[in-house]
T-cell receptor
Framework: GEDVEQSLFLSVREGDSSVINCTYT??????LYWYKQEPGAGLQLLTY?????DMKQDQRLTVLLNKKDKHLSLRIADTQTGDSAIYFC????????????FGQGTTLQVKP | DAMVIQNPRYQVTQFGKPVTLSCSQTLNHNVMYWYQQKSSQAPKLLFHYYDKDFNNEADTPDNFQSRRPNTSFCFLDIRSPGLGDAAMYLC??????????FGPGTRLLVL
């Protein structure tokens, strides 16, 4: 079945780059998403990538997609303390229901 | 400017007392979703509406119901809340099978 996996925790120093990784199993995924969740808040859409793309850049965010290995990564350049949050990777599968399959979330801790 | 609005942000109810959570949207999206999120876990889809067409996930308990009286509003009804239903409830909307936009969530506490 469909599954999405992420490492649970990442700690970086302010100003460094952060790389959050995600693997998925559904090779027919159409879109892959990154959402950010701050404590007590909803999910904020950060960025997404269509499955026929390899890379997408949006200001400090770079998404890389390796379809062969079913691997997605989110790079945050010049990480700030305000980037501390949980980051969820999600795929939209091929079932045409719009259902998102989420990873378990990566907690990013940014140390001053 | 808010696009997906959830009220209230915090809700306290008593064990077994029915409770209703509200979601509204200004995006005119066809699809509205309800998720349950427990601490340190990924959101879990409960059900969604595609226009007036209700779609329940297979493992959603009967205790959870939903209503969508019009395009803008969708309600989550919990008929007899148990302690295990304490969670964050997230509403999301999308155009048909496109990117989902989430509201700020309602945190439910069951006493």
């Amino acid at each position: 079945g469909e599954d999405v996996e992420q490492s649970l925790f990442l700690s970086v120093r302010e100003g460094d780059s952060s790389v959050i990784n995600c693997t998925y199993t559904d090779s027919s995924s159409t879109y892959l998403y990154w959402y950010k969740q701050e404590p007590g808040a909803g999910l904020q859409l950060l960025t997404y990538i269509f499955s026929n793309m390899d890379m997408k850049q949006d200001q400090r965010l770079t998404v890389l997609l390796n379809k062969k290995d079913k691997h997605l990564s989110l790079r945050i350049a010049d990480t700030q303390t305000g980037d501390s949050a949980i980051y969820f990777c999600a795929e939209m599968g091929s079932s045409n229901t719009g259902k998102l399959i989420f990873g378990q979330g990566t907690t990013l801790q940014v140390k001053p | 400017d808010a696009m997906v609005i959830q009220n209230p942000r915090y809700q306290v109810t008593q064990f077994g007392k029915p409770v209703t959570l509200s979601c509204s949207q200004t995006l005119n999206h066809n699809v509205m979703y309800w998720y349950q999120q427990k601490s340190s876990q990924a959101p879990k889809l409960l059900f969604h509406y595609y226009d007036k067409d209700f779609n329940n996930e297979a493992d959603t308990p009967d205790n959870f119901q939903s209503r969508r009286p019009n395009t803008s509003f969708c309600f989550l009804d919990i008929r007899s809340p148990g302690l295990g239903d304490a969670a964050m409830y997230l509403c999301a909307t999308s155009a048909v099978w496109e990117t989902q936009y989430f509201g700020p969530g309602t945190r439910l506490l069951v006493l």
